[in-house]
């Protein structure tokens, strides 16, 4: 039994990109979805796709590497945990690695990058930082 579908996501994008896999699918959601969606927003992927499997639906996400192999995503690690979560407000919103990481939040208007987040002045919890 899983108790954490987003960190097993994050988990499988640590290893492929570990092994430089171009491709890694998980099980979906609609809240990994939205995490997958930022993520090609920001550049971090060049896409992801929807697969009509049995016995649930594959996420598919196509991963990005630089022109000499360079990994684009360098560090991803989950913030909110089932047995602690964390919410920020916009204001405490923080730019990561001086604006060259993101925040992926949770908030009332669907999934968003800490950018997004701070224009649109909405808060929410903290999903995972990307570097």
């Known amino acids: 039994m899983m108790t954490d579908p987003i960190a097993d996501m994050l988990t499988r994008i640590r ?3 570990r092994i430089e896999r171009p491709i890694v699918e998980m099980p979906t959601s609609r809240v990994k979805r939205g995490i997958a969606q930022v993520l090609k927003d920001e550049g971090y992927i060049w896409g992801h796709e929807e697969l009509e499997t049995l016995p649930a639906r594959t996420l598919r996400l196509e991963l990005k590497y630089g022109p000499n192999g360079e990994r684009v995503i360098n560090k991803i690690d989950r913030v909110s945990k089932p047995g602690r979560r964390v919410y920020l407000g916009y204001r405490d919103l923080r730019p990561i690695l001086s604006g060259m990481g993101i925040t992926i939040l949770s908030t009332p208007k669907g999934i968003l ?3 997004k987040a ?5 808060g929410g919890e903290v999903l995972a930082q990307v570097e």
């Open 113 to 115: 990058s800490d950018r």
């Open 15 to 17: 290893n492929a990109v």
């Open 118 to 122: 701070r224009a649109e002045k909405v």
